[in-house]
């Protein structure tokens, strides 16, 4: 049983920058970040395999979101600058055996923490 804690959400104005972390207990897994806003769908934002020597960034975000892993602390990051109102959303990590950008593909999810950039 793998289980996944994330921090580091806030309220930020816009072009701001927060660091999201996710601590996996457990096996080390391909992980990926997700987003929802309200009203709508759950979408994909970031991915890293296991081994940390792959990422995938969603195009939304390309360029001012980059994930990372530190496997001796059983953690992701995920760094997010120049944050836009849009970017606001509860954001999910997600951790499972294949790295895709996904829902299915994830077995394991944490509770989401809130992201609210303000204009």
């Known amino acids: 049983q793998v289980q996944l804690v994330e921090s580091g959400g806030g309220l930020v104005q816009a072009g701001g920058s927060l660091r999201l972390s996710c601590a996996a207990s457990?096996?080390?897994?391909?992980t990926g970040w997700f987003r929802q806003a309200p009203g709508e769908e759950r979408e994909f934002v970031a991915a890293?395999?296991?081994?940390?020597?792959?990422?995938y960034i969603a195009d939304s975000v390309k360029g001012r979101f980059t994930i990372s892993r530190d496997n001796a602390k059983n953690t992701v990051y995920l760094q997010m600058n120049n944050l836009k109102p849009e970017d606001t959303a509860v954001y999910y990590c997600a951790a499972g055996p294949a790295f895709r950008a996904i829902i299915g593909a994830y077995d394991y999810w944490g509770q989401g923490t809130q992201v609210t950039v303000s204009s």
């Open positions: 890293i395999t296991w081994s940390g020597g792959s990422t």
């Open positions: 457990g096996r080390t897994f391909s």
